[in-house]
């Protein structure tokens, strides 16, 4: 790697969440071609040309974003999806509660093709949300066609749940209550029939193995 002059660019997009927020980048990137994506602290999510540097599309998912967003392809090829979701930060009540969604967007516009909102806690400095990133299914396996997240702090504050969502449609078909939440990403086994299962931390340091049907 031999970089040149580092490239500087400034984006100026609205937000829902207009009043107390900060910039900044936590979850990692996602490249696919010439194009980045990736969501920030404010609440936005970016896709940005690597070429030319412009703001392809910004798309506003609320609140802070700690999740590094997943891609995925249509089964031709031609399309792409991204996967994507906040904790509970700005938008919380003065309760420390509110609501959080998975977004599955179209990864050429930005365009929200469903969004499934979850109610969650918060608590200052170990906010509730989405805090870890997902597990696409792999093809060809009990969990094609399912994206699967942990959500911390539901229903209660201490609690949490594992959910796996239909890709096409984005409803639930199933979901594991936790004990304590969890802000560790899902992990995917397989055997060689395509037979899965889940490993899941919690943070008090449970480790559990899910069967993937």
Request: proline fraction near 4%; hydrophobic fraction near 35%.
């Amino acid at each position: 790697v031999a970089p040149e002059e580092t490239a500087k660019v400034r984006y100026s997009t609205k937000r829902s969440n207009s009043g107390t927020y900060w910039v900044g980048y936590e979850p990692s990137a996602v490249i696919v071609d010439r194009y980045l994506y990736i969501s920030e602290n404010g609440g936005m999510f970016f896709c940005i040309d690597l070429d030319t540097m412009e703001l392809v599309w910004a798309q506003d998912t609320r609140d802070d974003s700690n999740s590094t967003p997943v891609f995925q392809w249509s089964e031709d090829g031609t399309t792409g999806y991204i996967y994507t979701a906040p904790s509970l930060h700005w938008t919380a009540d003065s309760n420390k509660e509110g609501y959080i969604s998975i977004y599955k967007l179209d990864a050429r516009t930005g365009e929200i093709i469903w969004e499934h909102p979850i109610d969650c806690h918060t608590v200052t400095d170990v906010s509730g949300g989405v805090q870890s990133s997902p597990l696409l299914g792999k093809p060809g396996t009990e969990l094609e066609g399912l994206i699967i997240y942990t959500i911390a702090r539901t229903p209660n504050g201490w609690n949490g749940i594992c959910v796996a969502f239909d890709t096409e449609t984005g409803e639930v078909v199933w979901e594991k209550s936790m004990d304590r939440y969890t802000w560790s990403s899902p992990a995917a086994l397989y055997t060689e029939d395509g037979e899965a299962y889940i490993v899941l931390c919690d943070s008090v340091g449970n480790l559990s193995l899910l069967e993937g049907s």
